[in-house]
Each structure stands twice: as structure tokens, then as C-alpha cells.
């Protein structure tokens, strides 16, 4: 059975850093793309960042600049880091995986991943 299960996730001040952890267990596949996503509530969810097995990276545009994916294969566990955070990045933030595969241009997009995390809140104030 697959499980991801997120951390790191608190009360920040606008322009602090956070850095998410996302543990992944019974996960098999050797070829395969992880992602973090986030969601307002009443708001769709975002695409955050995926990264790929081997070491391939596609970012939202959200992201892009602040945030960065990357993962510790010995750990089995997937990390954003999170800089310059604004209130507006306030969201619960989620990791998903995928049935196994090769990166490809729908890695930004729900539809890819299979399983999910519960999700850590992230709150950043002004």
C-alpha cells in the first residue's frame, strides 16, 4: 500500500522560509514523477513543482523562482523549499505520486498522480 505523508508545515512570517518533507512508503516504481501541489479553500488545486526519477523538474508558475523541488532517494522522501513566502502562498500543501512512468508535459496536472497525502497547512502572515 502506497502512503505519503507530509510534514513541516506551520505559521511563517511573509518573506520566511519553510521546507516541506513528504515521506513515501510502498512505492515501487523505479521510473516515476512526484509532485506538491497546493489548495485554497473554495480554489482549485495547484500544481507546485514535479520531479521526476531521474532528476527532471517542472515548476508552476507560482513556484517559479521561490520554491524548489528535490528529492533524497535513500530516504524515500520528497522535499519543496520555500523562500520568500507571501501571505498569498497560505494553502495546505500536498505530495502526490504516480502509477509509475516517464515525466511528460502533464506532470503540472492532477490527472497524473494516483496517490496523495493527507496535506500540512502552511500559513504565512503579513
Same mark, same amino acid.
Given at each position: ?6 510534514? #513541516?508545515?506551520?505559521?511563517? !512570517?511573509? #518573506? ?7 515521506? =513515501?512508503? *510502498? ?5 516515476? %514523477?512526484?509532485?506538491? /501541489?497546493? !489548495? ?7 500544481? =507546485? &513543482?514535479?520531479? &521526476?526519477?531521474? #532528476?527532471?523538474?517542472?515548476?508552476? @508558475? *507560482?513556484?517559479?523562482?521561490? /520554491?524548489? =523541488?528535490? !528529492?533524497?532517494?535513500?530516504? @524515500? ?13 497560505? &494553502? ?7 502509477? #509509475?512512468?516517464? /515525466?511528460?508535459?502533464? %506532470?503540472? /496536472? ?6 496523495? *497525502?493527507?496535506?500540512? !497547512?502552511?500559513?504565512? &502572515?503579513?
Amino acid at each position: 500500500q502506497v502512503q505519503l505523508v507530509e510534514s #513541516g508545515g506551520g505559521l511563517v !512570517q511573509a #518573506g520566511g522560509s519553510l521546507k516541506l518533507s513528504c515521506v =513515501i512508503s *510502498g512505492y515501487t516504481y523505479s521510473r516515476y %514523477v512526484v509532485a506538491w /501541489f497546493r !489548495q485554497v479553500e473554495g480554489k482549485a488545486r495547484e500544481a =507546485i &513543482a514535479a520531479i &521526476a526519477h531521474d #532528476g527532471r523538474t517542472a515548476y508552476g @508558475n *507560482g513556484a517559479r523562482g521561490r /520554491f524548489t =523541488i528535490s !528529492q533524497d532517494n535513500a530516504k @524515500n522522501t520528497l522535499y519543496l523549499h520555500m523562500v520568500s513566502l507571501k501571505p498569498e502562498d497560505t &494553502a495546505i500543501y500536498y505530495c502526490a505520486a504516480n502509477d #509509475g512512468g516517464e /515525466f511528460y508535459p502533464g %506532470v503540472l /496536472f492532477e490527472y497524473t498522480y494516483s496517490y496523495w *497525502g493527507q496535506g500540512t !497547512q502552511v500559513t504565512v &502572515a503579513s
